[in-house]
């Protein structure tokens, strides 16, 4: 195979492309949003949300010149030292614990100069690399128990870390690499339990009484064996399966009868269950920003539920809501177009590598980037629970930025040097 | 190098997530494109229409004094969820609060909404808020919001010009949604009357909100705005000199004091005592201050001159004789025999002293003559011209009525008393058609019996008798100074003309000026002015005789009429009478003569509260029998 004389030729460009955009939205978005009148884009000065937009600016410079770094560096550098950086984040991440800079009501931040950053963040790109490299070694096939438990391992170490760490919405996160792992061979009825689990979960908190449920779940195993009662061994198993949804219901019931106060709330409010006034408060004001947006928003800085702050964290995590408002459907659905395009494209890219490494990475990015979009724009409209992460490369926030640019250009690279993998 | 199996499961993938992303899609067509509620929401959230309050107008006294005017006050607003890190101590100690206190109105405030500003006290002090707004760095979530008070610089004159309270439910049921909880308007007095005046015109504007309810700019650029426009100035005919003095002179009794000038109409001064400063009724100690009021067993907030009533007793005697005169059952020169009492139908009827007969009507006057008097009456009501008693007494009871008495004046106040005539009915219902005659209402001919009179119709009648026979409806306002055009309120000028014939003013007059000049109430004389008056001493159910005193000086074009009345001091000439004089004194001279400094020193250091304290005489609210 013949070396390609510059190495921008194999880069994926319609990827940065998207990349860009949805970077420059953001900034545009974050200006809207924490918008006042004469707000320079640039401010950098003063101790409340307006100088997000000058920020996130240098943190797009700052992202961009890592970038090109990483665009750089021979992609089998990360292929090498997979174990290596997955591994040394481990004791980074109990660190931060104890010797960490507290922040947000959370100890698991770390401090260098005005410099501050989540190595949670990054644990999701150190733990891609470490699966992928897993995933790629000879011999290793994920239907076999023993390597499921390690690649189970591999994700569950760092998750079970950061939900010790207490961010439990970045822990939720890791839950999506079961993508991947099915794109890999995983057993088709991993994701099927995995559904039935969600889909009885909310069942049993939306149902007000437990013995409705009992009763359906009954009536519906009687129905079938019914109608198969010859075979014998399927009776059995849909005896057992109502048997067990029935305990489960009864669980999670169990459960959320005991969780806090703050954390039913958040699960009434996804459920549209009544709640004490003001607590759904977060969800009301971005459903109403989003909706008042019409066909075509209220038109650019104009969004009254942005601008005179009825939506909290409108800069971070309800950036979204503030599109949907000033841009109305067509932005909104723009924007879900844009990832859209992106993940297609980076699966695209994913299919034609011939490196497994590089194709479970690229899975990993897909999965990371799909849940993020999943869970972030579907809090700002009220379909999916409040859990406080970022809409990549869209909301405000430094190490976010820098997170997400890091395991997408690292992708970026490793396709762009596909040829050089002999088959 | 690996062989894929499962490249299949590519596809899978990719329907998950455009299954996911439709699903999105479609919640957003469902809230920005079909479901229409959420822009009325978001306009509601973040526009406001806000009132804008006009300053209210000034008063002035005739002179051109200011005597009512607005003075800035602080209410401190607090957005409870942006105030957790406000510096509650230091708050406390600014605000003169206990830490419990601060506690109770944040929790106050949180109740309303943790996200909106509420006021967390009201009425601060422009001191008090100036040493909050240097610190106000260190309360985030505290905000300061101007409004204004009514400030009266003299301290008195306190029924008169009222107070400005909140407007309570029925006021604002009644504005057709103009007043809203929490706007002030005047509550009694000319603030009370002329509220439409003084209080000028709300205007609107419609503002952006943000989430804490602080302005962010104008909606629209203020193209739906609407300008408040201020009260009028208003220019009252009190002196306040004189209101002053008067309520010196009247401190530590009870009564009133009201004066007129006879040719305008125009109210000069008007006293109750005891009274109280206006100041007491504004800010935040209104209300405080006004439940002791309420609960005074004296009464302060009751307008003694306007809305108490009494027998006039003896001041009422130049009526019964102009009634006389007037109706021809007597001449100017008419002689009573008078031995101290009137044999009359086998009552006891006794004159209040011995003086000799007297021969014609102004000396009648001038000693008060009971006696006088009853046969004056009984002349009238015996009228041969009438057949029975129900026409003679209707036509003496519409003489007196021609003068404004036994109906309300229609004063520029909230509220007046209507005093009382006795109708003919309510003597036929009590008596029988056939069962009354003149000795059973004898002692209206002494001003005694069921007559009631408000201070006011006696000062007015008094300005009647001083202009020879008519009145202008006494009124507090001169004019207003227009800040906007609108119907213009003008004191109604018409002249009111009593139907007595104008040649039987010169010898009551004539006796109104013996009285002071040589009568009963010779204490009282003024070198170089010739005042003219009538003293009274008024019989009452709650105690002492109430000491009562009616006149107008000088006696040809007469430039005030005064009616006086002290109560339970005793006879006329002891204190209403004095009183009286230094009034018309000090308001025709501007000054009092060194020769009567005594006199003015004993009426304003008199005190008769003991005889008011509870048990040992009623709380008077009226003088009736």
Redesign the interface.
């Known amino acids: 195979m013949r070396k390609e004389e510059k190495f921008t030729g194999n880069i994926d460009w319609i990827t940065v492309l998207i990349y860009v955009v949805l970077v420059l939205i953001g900034w545009a978005a974050i200006y809207s949003a924490v918008y006042t009148e004469g707000l320079s884009p640039f401010n950098t000065v003063g101790r409340d949300t307006t100088v997000n937009t000058g920020k996130q600016f240098q943190w797009i410079i700052a992202s961009a010149i890592f970038a090109a770094i990483i665009l750089i560096i021979d992609g089998k550098f990360f292929v090498t030292f997979s174990y290596v950086i997955y591994g040394a984040f481990i004791p980074l991440l109990i660190g931060v614990m104890f010797f960490g800079a507290e922040s947000h009501g959370q100890r698991n931040w770390i401090r260098i100069g005005g410099f501050q950053m989540q190595p949670s963040e990054l644990v999701k790109f150190t733990t891609s690399l470490a699966l992928a490299k897993y995933l790629s070694t000879l011999n290793v096939d994920i239907r076999r128990w023993r390597d499921k438990w390690i690649a189970f391992a591999i994700i569950g170490i760092p998750m079970l870390i950061v939900i010790v760490q207490g961010d439990a919405g970045s822990a939720i996160v890791f839950v999506v690499f079961a993508l991947v792992l099915f794109r890999e061979g995983l057993e088709s009825y991993y994701l099927i339990i995995g559904g039935s689990v969600i889909f009885l979960s909310l069942l049993a908190l939306i149902v007000p009484h437990l013995w409705y449920l009992w009763i359906a779940f009954a009536i519906v195993a009687a129905l079938l064996i019914y109608f198969n009662f010859k075979n014998r061994r399927l009776v059995y198993a849909i005896a057992g399966i109502a048997l067990i949804a029935s305990v489960y219901v009864t669980g999670v019931n169990f459960i959320f009868d005991h969780l806090k106060p703050h954390q039913k709330d958040r699960i009434n409010v996804l459920l549209g269950k009544e709640v004490e006034k003001g607590k759904d408060w977060n969800i009301r004001q971005s459903i109403i920003a989003i909706g008042s947006g019409g066909l075509t928003g209220k038109g650019y800085l104009q969004g009254t539920q942005t601008k005179l702050k009825f939506v909290p964290e409108q800069s971070t995590d309800f950036i979204y809501s503030s599109i949907g408002e000033e841009f109305g459907f067509a932005g909104s659905v723009l924007i879900i177009g844009l990832f859209i395009a992106l993940l297609m494209r980076l699966m695209y890219l994913a299919e034609r590598q011939r490196s497994k490494y590089s194709r479970v990475y690229g899975y990993c990015v897909v999965s990371i980037l799909f849940f993020h979009f999943l869970i972030n724009i579907g809090m700002a409209i009220g379909v999916a629970p409040v859990i406080g992460i970022p809409l990549p490369f869209i909301s405000y926030g430094g190490s976010s930025l820098l997170a997400f640019t890091l395991l997408l250009f690292v992708f970026i690279r490793l396709d762009s040097q596909r040829l050089e993998v002999l088959r | 190098?690996?062989k894929?199996?499962?490249?299949n499961?590519?596809n899978?993938?990719?329907i998950?997530?455009?299954v996911?992303?439709a699903?999105?899609?479609l919640?957003?067509?469902y809230?920005?494109?079909f479901?229409k509620?959420?822009?009325k929401?978001?306009?509601d959230?973040?526009?406001k229409e806000v009132e804008v309050y006009p300053t209210r107008g000034l008063v002035y006294d005739r002179k051109g004094e200011l005597i009512v005017y607005n003075e800035a006050i602080y209410d401190i607003m607090v957005t409870p969820r942006l105030a957790k890190t406000a510096d509650s101590p230091k708050i406390c100690s600014l605000l003169k609060l206990t830490m419990e206190d601060y506690s109770t109105r944040m929790a106050k405030a949180r109740q309303y909404s943790?996200?909106k500003a509420s006021v967390f006290m009201k009425q601060v002090s422009l001191e008090d808020y100036q040493r909050f707004e240097e610190s106000q760095y260190l309360f985030p979530g505290f905000d300061g919001q101007v409004r204004t008070i009514r400030k009266y610089p003299h301290n008195c004159a306190a029924v008169i010009l009222g107070d400005v309270g909140e407007v309570d439910d029925n006021q604002i049921k009644n504005s057709n949604g103009y007043y809203k909880p929490g706007d002030y308007v005047g509550q009694s007095g000319l603030e009370r009357y002329y509220e439409k005046e003084l209080g000028g015109t709300q205007g609107k504007k419609f503002i952006?909100?943000?989430?804490?309810n602080r302005e962010?700019?104008r909606f629209n650029d203020g193209k739906y705005d609407t300008a408040a426009i201020a009260g009028d100035n208003l220019y009252s005919t009190i002196d306040i000199k004189l209101q002053e003095y008067g309520e010196q002179l009247m401190a530590n009794k009870k009564g009133s004091i009201i004066a007129i000038e006879p040719e305008t109409g125009e109210i000069l001064c008007m006293v109750s005592s005891p009274g109280y400063d206006p100041n007491l009724l504004c800010g935040a100690i209104r209300g405080e201050n006004f439940k002791k009021l309420v609960f005074d067993s004296l009464k302060p907030l009751f307008n003694r001159a306007t809305m108490a009533t009494y027998s006039p007793g003896s001041t009422f005697k130049p009526l019964v004789g102009l009634i006389s005169l007037d109706e021809g059952v007597q001449g100017e020169i008419y002689t009573v025999p008078c031995n101290g009492f009137y044999p009359f139908a086998g009552l006891s009827l006794k004159c209040s002293h011995h003086h000799p007969w007297a021969t014609n009507i102004e000396y009648a006057l001038a000693q008060s003559c009971n006696p006088y008097f009853w046969q004056t009456f009984r002349n009238a009501i015996e009228n041969p011209k009438y057949t029975r008693i129900q026409d003679s007494y209707g036509q003496w009871a519409d003489y007196c009525r021609s003068f404004g008495l036994g109906s309300r004046l229609g004063i520029d106040l909230p509220s007046e008393a209507r005093g009382n005539i006795p109708s003919i009915n309510y003597y036929n219902k009590i008596y029988g058609e056939k069962g009354w005659h003149s000795a059973t209402i004898i002692s209206l001919g002494i001003g005694q019996g069921e007559i009631l009179v408000t201070p006011l119709q006696l000062a007015n009648f008094y300005a009647a008798v001083g202009n020879h026979g008519w009145y202008i409806k006494p009124h507090l306002v001169k004019t207003f100074q227009k800040v906007h055009d609108k119907n213009e309120v003008k004191p109604d000028l018409k002249k009111i003309y009593a139907s007595i014939d104008t040649r039987w003013y010169v010898p009551v007059n004539d006796g109104l000026r013996q009285v002071v000049e040589a009568g009963t109430a010779i204490e009282s004389r003024i070198e170089g002015i010739s005042l003219c008056g009538k003293t009274g001493t008024v019989q009452n159910s709650h105690g002492d005789h109430h000491s009562v005193f009616a006149g107008f000086a000088p006696k040809d074009n007469p430039k005030i009429a005064i009616a006086v009345v002290v109560e339970n001091a005793g006879f006329g000439a002891t204190f209403a009478c004095p009183i009286a004089s230094l009034m018309v004194e000090r308001f025709i001279n501007d000054t009092i003569a060194d020769n009567r400094k005594a006199k003015e020193k004993k009426m304003m250091e008199t005190n008769l509260l003991d005889k008011y304290a509870l048990g040992k005489n009623m709380p008077v609210t009226n003088g009736h029998h």
């Open positions: 190098m690996n894929d199996l499962f490249q499961r590519y899978v993938v990719r998950i997530i455009v996911f992303a699903v999105f899609v919640r957003l067509a809230l920005q494109l479901e509620k959420y822009d929401i978001a306009f959230n973040a526009i943790a996200h952006y909100v943000d989430v804490h962010q700019g």
